[in-house]
């Protein structure tokens, strides 16, 4: 009997992306699972998202960039950390020849958590 595996969207959405790409994909995946363990992985408007009672955090890849979708409050909370990458009303734009800032998007994501479980 022939088992199948059905790959996950997320996974099908990440392997449309050069390596260098989906390597920075994963890892944002990986940065934001590890502070939202309790958070549930879907797509939303075409995007991976992260799920906590409501969308939490999005995330995208774009020609020169990952974008970071924390809502306006999670860009607004980290403006003085963010002030070296663009940014808007609820994205920020993280450079694809950089490394990634983990340690702060973590720190954002469990800045979202708070608020959507309401902390």
Request: net charge positive; no cysteine; aromatic share 10%.
């Amino acid at each position: 009997m022939e088992t199948t595996h059905q790959i996950s969207p997320i996974d099908a959405y990440i392997s449309t992306f050069p390596s260098n790409v989906q390597d920075l994909l994963n890892q944002m995946r990986q940065t934001i699972a590890q502070a939202a363990p309790q958070a549930v992985e879907k797509m939303s408007y075409g995007m991976p998202t992260f799920f906590l009672r409501k969308n939490l955090v999005h995330f995208a890849a774009a020609k020169n960039h990952i974008g970071f979708y924390p809502a306006p409050s999670g860009v607004q909370a980290f403006k003085d950390d963010l002030a070296q990458y663009k940014t808007s009303k609820g994205a920020i734009q993280f450079p694809l020849d950089k490394p990634l800032p983990k340690e702060l998007i973590a720190r954002i994501v469990a800045f979202r958590v708070k608020e959507n479980i309401g902390l």
